[in-house]
Nanobody, 111 residues
């Protein structure tokens, strides 16, 4: 059974940084692309960043140059380094692998 567990969220001031982690159990980690999504209150869930099993990445325009996605296949973990955070980055962040979702971690950017 595949499970995804996000961690690393919290409250941070504008301009600050956070690193999110998503630990994946199960044997399919290295096969599939992984994505970080977010959902702000009253808004639809949106793709923030994705990384293929070969390491190719893509980002939403709103986070390009500020966020970096990476994966460690040895640790079955995907990361999202978030720098220069803005209040509009406030959301619940989810990771996704194939058809599996984690439960999310809340990021709040506020002074």
């Amino acid at each position: 059974q595949v499970q995804l567990v996000e961690s690393g969220g919290g409250l941070v001031q504008p301009g600050g940084s956070l690193r999110l982690s998503c630990a994946v159990s199960g044997s399919i980690f290295s096969i599939y692309a992984l994505g970080w999504y977010r959902q702000a209150p009253g808004k639809q869930r949106e793709l923030v960043a994705a990384i293929t099993n070969g390491g190719n990445t893509n980002y939403a325009d709103s986070v390009k140059g500020r966020f970096t996605i990476s994966r460690d296949n040895a640790k079955n973990t995907v990361y999202l380094q978030m720098n220069n955070l803005k209040p509009e980055d406030t959301a619940v962040y989810y990771c996704k692998l194939a058809n599996y979702w984690g439960k999310g971690t809340l990021v709040t950017v506020s002074s």
